[in-house]
């Protein structure tokens, strides 16, 4: 079993910033994509981005390419995803998610990962 813990959360005015982490416990010997979701109120969960095992492979949304960043700290068994320029329409509940199938491609639908976590909410005021 892993266990997925997000955090960093929080509000913010559009323009700002904020850095989520995912603290990944448990299961953490089994390489893994990890990826991050996200949920507005009345919407369906969409793929935001994603990070392979090494971190050499990426993939972002289009709606935040340019304005987020994922990466990696195996030895903490952290990811973390960097939100610049944040705007209203990024506010949602925000979920990692970890993809024990794939250490190298990247997938965007979220059946295909095994784990999630309990969520941290961004809201982001005009």
């Known amino acids: 079993q892993v266990q997925l813990v997000e955090s960093g959360g929080g509000l913010v005015q559009a323009g700002g910033s904020l850095r989520l982490s995912c603290a990944i416990s448990g299961r953490t010997f089994s390489p893994y994509v990890m990826g991050w979701f996200r949920q507005a109120p009345g919407k369906e969960r969409e793929f935001v981005a994603a990070i392979s095992w090494s971190g050499t492979n990426t993939h972002y949304a289009e709606s935040v390419k340019g304005r987020f960043t994922i990466s990696r700290d195996n030895v903490k068994n952290t990811r973390y995803l960097q939100m610049n320029s944040l705007k209203p329409e990024d506010t949602a509940v925000y979920y990692c998610?970890?993809?024990?199938?794939?250490?190298?491609?990247?997938?965007?639908?979220?059946?295909?990962?095994?784990?999630w976590g309990q969520g941290t909410q961004v809201t982001v005021s005009s």
């Open positions: 998610a970890v993809d024990h199938g794939e250490t190298v491609r990247i997938f965007e639908e979220g059946r295909r990962y095994d784990a």
